[in-house]
């Protein structure tokens, strides 16, 4: 069985929708098995940027099937914050 997709991934912001960061590349990620798969994962590392401002944003992370070219997309929500203290985990 072979997996063949595509990753995307772009930062906006959430103040205006506006693309902040991302260079519109797809970045491919699969594999071959010889067993059926039930599900795949991608991982992709990134850095955020450092003119990346206080305030809150939406990583959009999109998938595209490469035989099929069906693809889907999720919204990730995340802020950025000037003291450390006023996170989640800071709490």
Do not use: C, H
Request: hydrophobic share 35%; aromatic share 8%.
């Amino acid at each position: 069985y072979v997996t063949e997709l595509a990753q995307q991934l772009t930062i906006y912001s959430d103040r205006d929708g506006i693309p902040v960061w991302g260079d519109g590349q797809w970045q491919a990620a699969g594999g071959m098995t010889k067993n059926k798969r039930k599900d795949f994962f991608t991982v992709q590392v990134i850095t955020l940027p450092k003119a990346l401002s206080v305030g809150k944003y939406q990583l959009k992370v999109r998938l595209r099937d490469e035989k099929s070219g069906a693809e889907t997309e999720k919204a990730i929500e995340f802020e950025m914050v000037a003291d450390p203290k006023m996170t989640a985990a800071g709490k």
